[in-house]
């Protein structure tokens, strides 16, 4: 564009082109120079006014005249006008395409929409034209400049999957403090339970991509995301829509070597003591060093323990094995709802549904069974000092001291069971009794529904003890099917007690089979101590 201005606009020629009192005019096929102001021209006013208009070749004498102040000459007889020409360049691997346009001369035609398409199309640009930025270059005229008249479209790579870990594998024990603001330096949570079903990683799928095209409509392919499978170790799940991780288990959560594992088996490599904190899992615990003193490990299966287990509490659902032993100094305890077995236990406290099974030496222990206690294995297997209650036989290789340490020793009936049988048996009267005054209300009522009728407050009673006649009568009976059960194993456990020592029983034990006591005074090799006949009596070990 220049600063003049040209008559006509858009896709019209232009015959009249105008710098200040300054024109050039296409008239008759010749080109004029005319001063409409009469003041004298400035030369390179007017070859500007000439070069805008594309008038190259000049009468030389008509121009000077016109320098020299003559108002109208014809500067060019014989003038062909030249039209706007289109150079069109692609660029960018052909994904751009640019559009130069070369100014008309006076009269040619200037460019328009269809001519640009139509070079576009001629140099088979088809994709991604530019309508606006064409209208552009015709409204304003725009020449000899480079403008962007057409772009492709990129393709679009599909993006990789992505793996995120939902579920906390860094969690650390944080100790806790209560409103007194104590801090409880024990309970550090080391176990990271998750339940079945928890989510522990998602997965935002791979995409395809679209595939683009350059300016010349070429396709341009493309690259699907690629894959990326989930950190799955054993315990885990991939959900049925394959866009999560799921446990399979309950268990401990834990990242090994890149992968989660939901384990059914909490290990401690290592003591349980203030680094861990203690243990509450719904599954086995495994131990690999010591239980220190004061801590906790509950299992609703097993526990195994590598180490010493010192003055702790150890409460399993199922049972508990200790590989080197209880040393307890009086303090915690040992619960199983099995067998419990350790190589030796001093000043322990074990509490055992099954059987205590110790390899060597029992020492100022108390322990309580459901079923035998048996020292025996080791080459101190021996038991001395403490009580020991258990449902069915104890036997040891050595029972007592050379130093006659009070040894107490309770076989048969648990104290605990009697307890129980009593409980039940009071519970059973006072459920017969309700059941009998719930019965004759309701035999009442009934009879004074058949005679008179109810009222809507007597009804409403009879209905609340006819439901008490129900729920008591299901009382009774399980009770009394619970009674059955202890009184029964009670009666088992009865035949079989004894007290057996294979190579030597010493005084200052003390033995109570189905009620009946009996103290050791006289040292004895190779015994048993049995009741037989309202008495307790020492008979031959394998007896």
Known sequence: MTDGAREGSGSERTNVIRRGGLALSLSGGGVWLENSDGSVPDASVVQALLDEGGVGHTDEAALKKFLEGENRVLVSPSFLPVDAKVKVAILNNAMTASISVSPPSIGGQPPSVAMLEGRLTQEGVVHGVDAAALRRICDERIYGENVEVAAGTPAIHGDDAEVTVVANIERRGIPTEDEAGNVDLKNLGAVNLVNQGDVLAVKKPATSGIEGKNVKGAA????????????????????????????????????????????????????????????????????????????????????????????????????????????????????????????????????????????????????????????????????????????????CTTLGSEMGTKTEIIVGVLPEQAERREAIRGELARSADDLEKAEKNVAFLKQLEADRGLDDEKRALLGKLTRAVFSLKATIKERTDELAQIESDMERKRGRGAVRARSQCYPGVYVSIRGVSYRVKEPFKFGAMMYEEGEIRVKPFDS
């Open 220 to 395: 341009l392919g493309t690259k699907g995301g690629t894959d990326k499978p989930f950190p799955a170790g054993t315990g885990t799940e991939v959900s049925e829509d394959g866009l999560s991780l799921l446990a399979a288990v309950q268990g401990h959560l834990a990242m090994v070597n890149g992968r989660l594992f939901v384990l059914p088996v909490f290990e401690v490599n290592g003591d349980v003591d203030y680094s861990t904190g203690n243990i509450d899992f719904p599954g086995s615990v495994v131990i690999r060093g010591v239980v220190k003193d004061g801590f906790e490990v509950k299992a609703a299966e097993t526990i195994t323990v590598y180490g010493v287990v010192e003055g702790a509490l150890l409460k399993a659902g199922g049972d508990i094995v200790v590989v080197g032993g209880v040393r307890a100094t009086g303090r915690g305890r040992l619960e199983a709802g099995g067998n419990i077995a350790a190589d030796f236990a001093d000043q322990a406290n074990l509490w055992a549904g099954g059987d205590i099974l110790i390899k060597n030496a029992l020492l100022h222990s108390t322990c309580r069974c459901g079923g035998k206690l048996v020292v025996s294995g080791g080459k101190r297997a021996q038991i001395a000092g403490g009580k020991i209650q258990a449902g069915g036989e104890v036997v």
